[in-house]
């Protein structure tokens, strides 16, 4: 069945470091999610990437989905301590109606 | 703003008892969702539904069933709860199968001792 991995699994920065995560899956996806679930909380939604190759930006989180729609990557700079959470990507396969999500990765910043 | 709330945030049950997890949303989304999700292991689909009196399995579907009587209301069924489904149970809705944003319930932390 489709995989979708994650690395790493979990990133302890220092306030003001950059962070990306990395999202790699088994299948072509048609499209790609990512969310983020604060300690305590549910997954929250932050954005949809449809199109080879799309770059969208959120403030200091930049999300790409990759040209052959297999691997996606989350990056925030100058992380900040509202950062603190769990990151999760999320995709569909074609003509599928499952949303297969990845392992997340943990990030931790310390002030 | 969307809602989706679900019965209990924290359960303990005894291993063999049957189990009923509620899923309620508000925005008469046509699909929903329950996952459990596990530390290294992500969220994992259990089951969903697209429609009332609808369901399809996901990727762990062993252990579980499914009840979609009205629109807004989904629920889980463990019929003989055991050590191995301690884990945490999210709902989610959303208004379209294939795309775009699914809405999570705040989760029900269950314990099986």
């Known amino acids: 069945g489709q995989q979708v991995m994650q690395i790493p699994q979990y990133q302890h920065v220092q306030e003001g470091e950059d962070f990306t995560t990395y999202c790699n899956s088994s299948t072509t996806l048609s499209n790609i999610q990512w969310y983020k679930q604060r300690p305590g909380g549910h997954p929250v939604f932050l954005i949809q990437l449809v199109k080879s190759g799309e770059v969208k930006k959120q403030k200091r989180l930049t999300f790409q989905f990759g040209e052959a729609k297999k691997n996606s990557s989350l990056h925030i700079t100058a992380t900040q301590t509202t950062d603190v959470g769990t990151y999760f990507c999320?995709?569909?396969?074609?003509?599928?109606?499952?949303?297969?999500f990845g392992t997340g990765t943990q990030l931790k910043v310390e002030l | 703003d969307v809602k989706v709330t679900q019965s209990s945030r924290y359960l303990v049950k005894r291993t063999g008892e049957k189990v009923f997890l509620e899923c309620v949303q508000d925005m008469d989304h046509e699909n929903m969702f329950w996952y459990r999700q596990d530390p290294g292991l992500g969220l994992r689909l259990i089951y969903f539904?697209?429609?009332?009196?609808?369901?399809e399995k996901g990727d762990i579907p062993e252990g579980y069933s499914v009840s979609r009587e009205k629109k807004e209301r989904f629920s889980l069924i463990l019929e003989s709860a055991s050590t191995n489904q301690t884990s945490m149970y999210l709902c989610a809705s959303s208004p379209r199968a294939s795309w775009g944003e699914q809405y999570f319930g705040p989760g029900t932390r269950l314990t099986v001792t």
């Open positions: 539904s697209y429609d009332v009196k609808m369901k």
């Open positions: 999320a995709g569909f396969t074609g003509g599928g109606n499952k949303l297969t």
